[in-house]
């Protein structure tokens, strides 16, 4: 069994975690973890801060997929509109060095970790500690972002078992 280190980011306008493990899909072994802090007076400089995070967090341990979440609309459509342009950001400093970019719903991140799509950030944050054998619970976007990495980690591994799929689309079959 081979292992792929993947990153996992859950993009925020004002937080947005981000989260390495190698899996080998039914194991894995942390790497990183931690929060890019999102700064600035206006959306531009707010958008290149996240950008260059990423780029950093790219460059220092290169990944070779990445996985994100999907955004999905709540009630707030600015706050759904300023989550996609810290997507973008994101996935712009992801796609400029070739790397394939996966999303997930976060329903389907819940189940892959918790067995549960509605759970809760706590159970999602706990889960994350027993899994990857931290000794602190990590932030809660930092911990997102690691299931996010982890259940990559895990879809990858099964649809490479199932007959004739062939590969992989932003988290769904092609």
């Given at each position: ?6 990153l996992g980011i ?30 600035g007076e ?11 995070g990423?780029?950093?967090?790219l460059?220092e ?22 989550l ?7 996935i712009?400093a992801?796609?400029?060095r ?12 819940k ?19 027993i899994?990857l ?5 990590p ?9 996010i990495?982890?259940c ?8 490479k ?12 079959l092609?």
């Amino acid at each position: 069994m081979s292992t792929i280190r993947i990153l996992g980011i859950d993009p925020g306008f004002q937080a947005t975690g981000f989260g390495i493990a190698d899996t080998d899909g039914y194991r894995a072994r942390h790497v990183c973890h931690g929060v890019i802090r999102v700064d600035g007076e206006n959306l531009g400089e707010r958008l290149r801060c996240i950008f260059r995070g990423i780029g950093a967090v790219l460059a220092e341990h290169g990944p070779a997929e990445v996985a994100v979440e999907r955004v999905f609309m709540h009630r707030n459509a600015d706050s759904a509109l300023k989550l996609g342009q810290a997507r973008g950001a994101a996935i712009t400093a992801c796609a400029e060095r070739g790397l394939p970019v996966h999303e997930y719903t976060p329903n389907q991140i819940k189940q892959a970790i918790v067995g549960r799509g509605h759970a809760a950030k706590q159970q999602v944050q706990h889960m994350i500690r027993i899994l990857l054998n931290l000794e602190e619970l990590p932030q809660a976007d930092a911990a997102d972002a690691l299931a996010i990495a982890i259940c990559h980690g895990h879809f990858r591994e099964g649809l490479k078992r199932m007959p004739g799929v062939t590969g992989m689309t932003r988290g769904r079959l092609r």
